[in-house]
């Protein structure tokens, strides 16, 4: 699996926009980029994950690079509920294997 | 949909006992099933992956002698620490992965702590 760069932190405000960057440089063209995020001490959780196009639910959008080598998280309205590590990850579509790398700790502040 | 739950959700042992962990798919079935370890403040490691009806696979530098990963059933997988010592103490994860889906997400526990004295 490519590997994969983050800030080890970030602050957002609450009610404005969090943007968690991952770079990586490195992807193959068959490897998708999963978001999960991890609140403290409980299991990771899903948010989204996508291959080239621009992806959007519920929780967040991913914003990927043209040339796929950098991706962007984004939520919309952070609240403090959303301070979490944020883990950004690629792997092979059908491959089962999730390998984590350190994350972003997003820290929301009212 | 999709509930992973781990139990028990913490655990304090003696030294040289064995632990076991139970994580169990509760409204899907999961072919293969993943225990990971965290240790504070670092970020999660892949231990083993685990099949139903077969034997687990483990990570470079696991030991699967002391790491003892049982899958017999499709909702249940359980890792018992065999002879378990201090620098055992960790969060475990687990996370299982639907059978059949189309998508290859994985669902996670809400993590085991383990505390060994």
């Known amino acids: 699996d490519a590997k994969t760069t983050q800030p080890p932190s970030m602050d957002c405000a609450e009610g404005r926009a969090a943007n968690l960057p991952c770079n990586h440089s490195t992807i193959s063209g068959n490897e998708y980029v999963y978001w999960y995020r991890q609140i403290h001490s409980q299991g990771p959780q899903y948010i989204i994950h996508?291959?080239?196009n621009n992806e959007t639910n519920e929780m967040a959008s991913l914003i990927i690079t043209e040339d796929r080598k950098s991706s962007t998280l984004i939520l919309p309205h952070a609240t403090l509920r959303d301070t979490a590590v944020y883990y950004c990850?690629?792997?092979?579509?059908?491959?089962?294997?999730?390998?984590f790398g350190s994350g972003t700790k997003l820290n929301v502040k009212p | 949909g999709a509930v992973v739950s781990q139990h028990p959700s913490w655990v304090i042992c003696k030294s040289g006992t064995s632990v076991k962990i139970e994580c169990r798919s509760l409204d899907f079935q999961a072919t293969t099933m993943f225990w990971y370890r965290q240790f504070p403040k670092q970020s999660l490691m892949l231990m083993a992956t685990s099949n139903e009806g077969s034997k687990a696979t483990y990570e470079q530098g696991v030991e699967k002698d002391k790491f003892l990963i049982n899958h017999a059933s499709l909702t249940l997988s359980t890792l018992t620490v065999t002879s378990a010592h201090p620098e055992d103490s960790s969060f475990y994860i687990c996370?299982?992965?639907?059978?059949?889906?189309?998508?290859?997400?994985?669902?996670f526990g809400p993590g085991t702590r383990l505390t060994v004295t």
């Open positions: 996370s299982a992965r639907v059978t059949q889906a189309k998508t290859y997400e994985q669902y």
């Open positions: 990850i690629v792997r092979v579509y059908n491959f089962n294997k999730f390998y």
């Open positions: 996508g291959l080239k």
